[in-house]
């Protein structure tokens, strides 16, 4: 094994974390669209699947270095959300914890100078970024729709054609 039982142990929590978000953003993706917000409902689905895939690159990388990849327990989704403000507000927090947890990752990485995985983990650590990033937009553009989903709904769409062509 090229990590050390700590770091295998870190990175198999994480695995756990990132399937629990992606879970998460899921159950969110369905309150959206039992909303009527089927734009928003899909930028969501897009989220779940980008968590799995955060899932699987950390189990891939832990068949490569030959640490046991021990799948937990995933959270039970919180579903009872108020409105779509309490949806976006949850996700910034959920992304700031993540990007915590990634920042650990890193700092156990640099205390056992294990260079493999801190060159993993600094595509995480690029990606967290992005996802602040989006997150606070969205947090921002619901503000300023003032209760215009409508426009909310207008504006991601438009940001989703952009973004495939
Ligand atoms: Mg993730």
Redesign the pocket.
């Given at each position: 094994m090229m990590i050390s039982e700590k770091m295998n142990a870190e990175l198999n929590a994480q695995i756990a974390a990132?399937f629990t978000?992606a879970h998460q953003y899921l159950a969110m993706a369905c309150s959206l669209d039992a909303m009527g917000l089927k734009v928003l409902c899909k930028w969501f689905t897009r989220q779940y699947q980008?968590?799995t895939q955060?899932a699987r690159k950390i189990i891939d990388y832990l068949q490569e270095v030959g640490g046991p990849v021990e799948l937990d327990a995933v959270d039970k989704p919180t579903r009872d959300f108020a409105d779509v403000d309490a949806i976006v507000a949850a996700s910034l927090e959920a992304e700031l914890d993540?990007t915590r947890k990634i920042n650990e990752i890193m700092a156990l990485a640099e205390s056992e100078n294990d260079y493999a995985t801190r060159s993993f983990i600094t595509w995480f650590v690029d990606?967290q970024v992005e996802?602040v990033a989006s997150m606070t937009d969205l947090v921002n553009l619901v503000k300023m729709a003032g209760g215009n989903l409508l426009q909310v709904e207008a504006r991601i769409r438009h940001e989703m054609t952009a973004a495939k062509s």
């Amino acid at each position: 094994m090229m990590i050390s039982e700590k770091m295998n142990a870190e990175l198999n929590a994480q695995i756990a974390a990132e399937f629990t978000a992606a879970h998460q953003y899921l159950a969110m993706a369905c309150s959206l669209d039992a909303m009527g917000l089927k734009v928003l409902c899909k930028w969501f689905t897009r989220q779940y699947q980008e968590e799995t895939q955060h899932a699987r690159k950390i189990i891939d990388y832990l068949q490569e270095v030959g640490g046991p990849v021990e799948l937990d327990a995933v959270d039970k989704p919180t579903r009872d959300f108020a409105d779509v403000d309490a949806i976006v507000a949850a996700s910034l927090e959920a992304e700031l914890d993540i990007t915590r947890k990634i920042n650990e990752i890193m700092a156990l990485a640099e205390s056992e100078n294990d260079y493999a995985t801190r060159s993993f983990i600094t595509w995480f650590v690029d990606e967290q970024v992005e996802e602040v990033a989006s997150m606070t937009d969205l947090v921002n553009l619901v503000k300023m729709a003032g209760g215009n989903l409508l426009q909310v709904e207008a504006r991601i769409r438009h940001e989703m054609t952009a973004a495939k062509s």
